[in-house]
């Protein structure tokens, strides 16, 4: 659940700024890279983060199921 919230709501917020604020999107940051490049990217790293975080716990981390404890 709440890696569909965290991306959506990056994805969503990623998309309200491309439509409403291309100006803002379209500011020169550092030489040719612009804030929606830079937010682009932060959503991506964002994107991977929570990926990672959910296939780490979905796994049935060893930590999750005790220690010691045999898997049968």
């Not at 409403?20 to 500011?27: G, K, M, Q, R, V």
């Not at 932060?42 to 898997?71: C, N």
Request: aromatic fraction near 12%; include cysteine.
């Amino acid at each position: 659940m709440s890696f569909a919230l965290v991306n959506g709501s990056a994805f969503a917020v990623h998309v309200l700024l491309a439509c409403f604020a291309a100006e803002l999107t379209a500011t020169r940051v550092w030489g040719e890279t612009s804030f929606g490049v830079l937010a682009l990217l932060f959503q991506g790293s964002l994107l991977v983060w929570t990926a990672a975080r959910y296939d780490r716990h979905a796994d049935g981390h060893p930590a999750s199921k005790g220690e010691g404890e045999e898997i049968r």
